[in-house]
């Protein structure tokens, strides 16, 4: 046994408003904002830092910085050809570093 931490190497915490952004969503759109949840916590990188950092990510999916002049603030996830969008923020932790999902949006 390891005393390393198993599982993602993130985990994901919510505004106490977000999963009513996300429960009045269509079904569909539902399950592309899990599947975007899924990418970020699982990402190499939550920053996405380079070019075609996102590459990794399925093809309607990209990442860029809210502003360009605070690559380490909060992050926007475009999904379903830019009808949707989730804005979070990396919290690193040594033992247990964190994704904050800000705001979720859907056209």
């Keep these: 046994m390891t005393d390393a931490l198993m599982g993602p190497p993130r985990q994901m915490d919510r505004r106490l408003d ?3 952004d996300r429960d009045r969503l269509p079904g569909h759109a539902w399950r592309m904002v899990d599947e975007a949840r899924a990418e970020l ?3 190499k990188d939550p920053f996405f830092r380079g070019i075609d950092a996102d590459a990794g990510l ?5 990442v860029e910085p809210v502003r360009s002049t605070d690559p380490k603030g909060p992050h926007v996830l475009h999904f379903d050809d830019h009808r949707g969008w989730l804005i979070h923020t990396f919290v690193p932790r040594t033992e247990d ?3 904050i999902v800000e705001e979720i949006f859907w056209q």
């Design 41 to 43: 916590v699982t990402a």
């Design 58 to 62: 399925p093809k309607p999916m990209y």
């Design 18 to 20: 977000a999963p009513a």
């Design 97 to 99: 570093p964190r994704i």
